[in-house]
Nanobody
Framework: QVQLVESGGGLVQAGGSLRLSCAAS????????MGWYRQAPGKQRELVAG???????NYADSVKGRFTISRDNAKNTVYLQMNSLKPEDTAVYYC????????????WGQGTQVTVSS
């Protein structure tokens, strides 16, 4: 079993910054893609940013140039640096990791609240 534990959420004013962290633990043979998703009230969960094992990244158009995803493979940890935050970034942010060698299983963190005040 794999556990993902997120940290770093909170309340920040518009224009501010936050850094989210997500550490994976448990029986881990290989972590493939990792990513951050978010879900605002009344909306569907959406991909914010993803990073492959090799470090290739992709971002939602709404966060390009403001958010940066990175990972530390030695620590099984993924980060999301969020700058120039906007009220519309307010959501619960979830970490996701695809784990396995042959059979790939997706795991989710418990979510961390990010609230951006105007």
């Amino acid at each position: 079993q794999v556990q993902l534990v997120e940290s770093g959420g909170g309340l920040v004013q518009a224009g501010g910054s936050l850094r989210l962290s997500c550490a994976a633990s448990g029986t881990i043979f290989r972590i493939n893609n990792m990513g951050w998703y978010r879900q605002a009230p009344g909306k569907q969960r959406e991909l914010v940013a993803g990073v492959t094992t090799g470090g290739s990244t992709n971002y939602a158009d709404s966060v390009k140039g403001r958010f940066t995803i990175s990972r530390d493979n030695a620590k099984n940890t993924v980060y999301l640096q969020m700058n120039s935050l906007k009220p519309e970034d307010t959501a619960v942010y979830y970490c996701n990791a695809e784990v396995g060698l042959v059979r790939i299983t997706a795991y989710w963190g418990q979510g961390t609240q990010v609230t951006v005040s105007s």
